[in-house]
């Protein structure tokens, strides 16, 4: 993994998703997009996914949640900092490290932002995403999603490379 000056470790405990959920809900780009506190708590739910947060020392600088199964396993679902944290490195920290596990087990790594959220966008871009489509009226009617991905070859080259059969 990059050096970095935040602890980024796999969580399963509810404390940090409930801190998680409540960055998100008083934030955006999830104000603009009408995702309440509940919508938010519902982004940890479900099967197939890891939740990653990054610590300072004991507080929770950042998280993020990458989805491993089915068609688009590699997506990066949410990657948020806390507001005290912006500008700070936990965003590209948090897709160094999202990279490097997704490439475990996918050359694909996708991550959606709102097409309102330039300063993230900058950011993704910055790192290597390139824009792959674009998904109108996605989460709320007036608001479109882009979807970015990033990728080290073809499913067929990974194979190959990473599972010898």
């Known amino acids: 993994m990059a050096d970095t000056l935040y602890d980024i470790r796999l969580s399963n405990d509810p404390a940090h998703y409930e801190t998680g959920a409540a960055i998100m809900a008083a934030t955006d780009p999830w104000i603009t997009l009408e995702m309440g506190l509940d919508r938010c708590h519902g982004a940890f739910d479900g099967p197939?996914?890891?939740k990653y947060f990054a610590f300072d020392g004991t507080n929770i600088a950042g998280f993020a949640v990458i989805q491993t199964a089915g068609s688009f396993r590699g997506y990066i679902q949410i990657l948020c900092a806390a507001?005290?944290?912006?500008?700070?490195?936990?965003?590209?920290a948090l897709l160094q490290f999202c990279e490097q596990r997704i490439h475990q087990f996918s050359p694909n790594v996708f991550i959606?932002?709102?097409?309102f959220n330039t300063a993230a966008q900058q950011l993704y871009f910055r790192?290597?995403?390139e824009k792959v489509g674009l998904l109108k009226d996605f989460v709320r009617t007036g608001y479109d999603e882009l979807l970015l991905r990033k990728t080290i070859g073809s499913w067929n080259h990974f194979l190959v490379k990473n599972f010898k059969f």
């Open 112 to 115: 959606c932002v709102s097409s």
């Open 127 to 129: 790192y290597g995403f």
């Open 48 to 50: 197939d996914k890891e």
């Open 83 to 92: 507001p005290e944290y912006r500008g700070r490195g936990v965003g590209t």
